[in-house]
């Protein structure tokens, strides 16, 4: 565990001084000038609106480090060869995706941090500013907890996206990972389609096929509950719980994987 | 114990996407470096020199054959704590600063954080990296990251380093500081594996060498051995030698080049045959005297051209 964490500080290391971290500046920027720009224009509904646009943004942020970060942690060093002194350590293959993974993952867990922060920092100012009227007409209150329930599954989802942005880098250019985790990414989103692929389609086989996607795929439609914690509907912990231990349990395949391919190439 | 040991090592990649053929890369190389020796792996580019080391360090797998360093299989963990690597035009991760790379590895290999930032700082100013020390590696030369290299692969104070052609990329002054680091590791007791293909290091340096040609070894043996193996010849010089003596020995076949040095004083060339006490003994019967008798020997140059072009070509397989 020792070489696993000196490689994650490492790479959240890179991620500063690369400046990865200046994404939380467009995010602040963004959340600031359009919750101004709102409050101008409507009343009542503002609050929905900056909640709908924040958690959008903060899985839209994460998801652009995730992958564009993600497929080229493993494939980077492996171009520029960085890996051969690396690996010359006394460190195994393993350990080394690992800290990859996990400074990535820090990564992203200190900026979701900072963009929830903010995101309730303006919440809390328009709850502040806001009329007893206007207040009574939100739905839900503006800083509602409840909507940590979607960040938290913004988190497990970015980690699985991480994962499987980093099986794809062991092996194969930053181009094609990228193609690759973006399609199952939007495949993911529309996974509940394969399940029910049989209702449209008269083939057996192609319906066999597609239901047996569903369950290979990753379901990423699952971590999304964004619109419900917006509209105040409930989302029991139980959900969020066993949805995060389906993300967790499929992550691990994906590391496993990850481990196992990198573990037998050769550095030619 | 032999510091590594290689039995059959092979490897063989494939190449070609739609009908995949056999490349040779290094085929059954099986040599000896015994612990404390410096050791020079030579070759032409493309002989199969970073394949060998890439093998020893599990950077790629071989097709088969075996290696073992400092008595354990290749791969082992515990071995990895106990050497260096400096690879063949290293790059190091530019966004750290030279002493924070050094820190950096010393904590991979579980150094606390004071020894790390002591061994980084020691090791930078043996190879000569002052207060840029402070700086980010992409502000580097190809020179200074070489020497970084050199000092990185000597953190854990190995018993033994692979250096991949670290004379690569300096000038006079880093290469002769770098031949003194090597000079001072070996007096430390640490064995030097160091591949090259500037063949005057590794005069200077080598104990051994190995002198690798199309993924083969084609020969392996102390420098002395080597060199002394190859004798071509005897030089004479002696003096109070006529003109008429000398156009004998010459008429005989007995002297093949003539240097005149001095009044009366020759070096003179003699081939492998006759024996040079014969011819000697000739000379000093006609009034010669000696000054001095020794073997012609070809330099490690001649050696390893004599070799790169005779090595044939594999069979079967393209050329590494």
Redesign the interface.
Known sequence: MRVVRHVAVNVFKESVRDKVLYNLVAFAVLLISTSYLLGQLTAGQDVKIIKDLGLASISIFGLLIAVFIGIGLVWKEVEKRSVYTLLSKPMRRGEFVLGKYCGLVLTLVINVAVMTVAFYAVLAYMERVATPGVRASWATPATDPAMLKAVVLIVIELMLVTGIALFFSTFSSPFLSAMLTAGLWVIGHFNDDLRNFGAVVKSPLAATVARGLYYVLPNFAAFDVKAQVVHGQAVPLGYVGLTSLYGITYLAFVLVGAVAVFSRRDFK | MDAIRTESLTKH?SVGFWRPRPYLALDDLTMQVGQGEVFGFLGPNGAGKTTTL?LL?????PTSGRAEILGKPIGD??V??R?????E?????D??TAQELLE??A????YAPAERRKRAAALLDEVGIGAERRL?LRKFSKGMLQRV?IA?ALINDPEMV?LDEPMSGLDPLGRREIRHLILRLRERGCTVFFSSHLLADAEALCSRVAILVNGRLATTGSLSDILAFQARGWELVVGGLSDAVLEKARGLGHVTRVTRLGESRYALELPLTPPPERILADLLAQGAQLVSLNPLRDTLEDVFVRQVSAAPRPRGLEPA
């Open positions: 990649y890439k360090l599990q950077l790629i797998f963990i515990g990895k704590r050497i260096g690597y400096l690879p035009q290293p790059y190091f991760y966004y750290l950096y590895f904590a991979l290999f579980g980010q290299g990185q692979f």
